[in-house]
């Protein structure tokens, strides 16, 4: 238990919808501060793939944020209200993604290729926090981004 008062939590919000609402704004301004502190301008796959490794360190490090976060997405399921907050905070991902790949010279595949790296590090961070032990996957990453943009 919190070891607070039985109302202090609706002091603050009036519904359950609302404190979930909170929960992703908490969310969703701590994983900005992930991205920036990631946000840069690899020339490689591999610079890439290690800033993508960082981030899921990162990510994975706060157990506790990282499963409340997929606990969320899950909610949204059920709560189109709530899904439209876990929307923009997926969209603000991508355009993460999208710059962090743009130098790579991936060109007009640089949707599909923000997805699906968005995709590798959402299993690598769900992987890691279910283990308990950080996944390292920076080899992952650039085979793939490689691919993407053609290096071998």
Known sequence: MAQVPAGTTSNHFRSRLALLRGMVDQLLTADAEIWRSTDGSPDTAEEAAEALASAARRAADDRT?????????????????????????????????????????????????????????????????????VIDARRGFASLLRGWAGVK
């Open 65 to 133: 944020a990282t499963a409340a976060r997929y606990a969320l997405f899950l909610e949204a399921m059920h709560h189109p209200e709530l899904a439209d907050s876990v929307r923009s905070g997926n969209a603000q991902v991508l355009d993460w993604m999208r710059n962090l790949l743009s130098g790579l010279g991936i060109g007009e595949d640089v949707d599909a290729a923000a997805a699906q790296s968005v995709a590798l590090l959402d299993g690598v961070i769900v992987q890691s926090v279910v283990r308990g032990q």
